[in-house]
Antibody, heavy 116, light 106 residues
Framework: EVQLQQSGPEVGRPGSSVKISCKAS????????MNWVKQSPGQGLEWIGW????????DYAEKFKKKATLTADTSSSTAYIQLSSLTSEDTATYFC?????????WGQGTLVTVSS | DIQMTQSPSFLSASVGDRVTINCKAS??????LDWYQQKLGEAPKLLIY???SLHTGIPSRFSGSGSGTDFTLTISSLQPEDVATYFC????????FGSGTKLEIK
């Protein structure tokens, strides 16, 4: 059974960075790209980008190119997203999700709160 | 970038009603349109991929149609457990979600 287990909630100061993890199990980690999606409070969904764990290649939505950095550790089957220069606009729930014939598998989401 | 216009934003219907939700793309996205259901506090759940392919385990009352720029999600007979927010997603060029439709029972 495919599972994506994300790390717990984070609180970040304005201007700082946070790093969220997504541990994959139930499939070969390097076989599928991992996507990240943002959901602001009471708002819709925004695609941030994806990483191919096998090659480390990435693609980002234009809006997130300077905000997010995607990495992956194949030894632990874990994908990461680092969010930098935090502002109140970054307060949101972040999801990892695997795409194959749709986003069939999602992590449970990680709430990031930006607060001084 | 491709923009997705989803309508209506809010929908109230009775149990047993036929419900339709629409998404319009700013340019041709061929068949590359998915539908998701999100209940409060949960991750989105895939319903339909590539316009009209029903994801495993999804009830047959859900169906999708359309092509090019105009797409529709239909619930043939609304059930109480269908209360949720529904999103479309285009994956023809990058990925763009619609703004969502909140569905409630009248």
């Amino acid at each position: 059974e495919v599972q994506l287990q994300q790390s717990g909630p984070e609180v970040g100061r304005p201007g700082s960075s946070v790093k969220i993890s997504c541990k994959a199990s139930g499939y070969t980690f390097t076989d599928y790209v991992m996507n990240w999606v943002k959901q602001s409070p009471g708002q819709g969904l925004e695609w941030i980008g994806w990483i191919d764990p096998e090659y480390g290649s990435t693609d980002y939505a234009e809006k997130f190119k300077k905000k997010a950095t995607l990495t992956a550790d194949t030894s632990s089957s874990t994908a990461y997203i680092q969010l930098s220069s935090l502002t109140s606009e970054d307060t949101a729930t972040y999801f990892c999700a695997q795409y194959y014939d749709g986003f069939a598998y999602w992590g449970q989401g990680t709430l990031v709160t930006v607060s001084s | 970038d491709i923009q997705m216009t989803q309508s209506p934003s809010f929908l109230s219907a009775s149990v047993g009603d036929r419900v339709t939700i629409n998404c319009k793309a700013s340019q041709n996205i061929n068949k590359y349109l998915d539908w998701y259901q999100q209940k409060l506090g949960e991750a989105p759940k895939l319903l339909i991929y590539n316009t009209n392919s029903l994801h495993t385990g999804i009830p047959s009352r859900f169906s999708g149609s359309g092509s090019g720029t105009d797409f529709t999600l239909t619930i043939s007979s609304l059930q109480p457990e269908d209360v949720a927010t529904y999103f479309c997603l285009q994956h023809n060029s990058g990925l763009t979600f619609g703004s969502g439709t909140k569905l409630e029972i009248k």
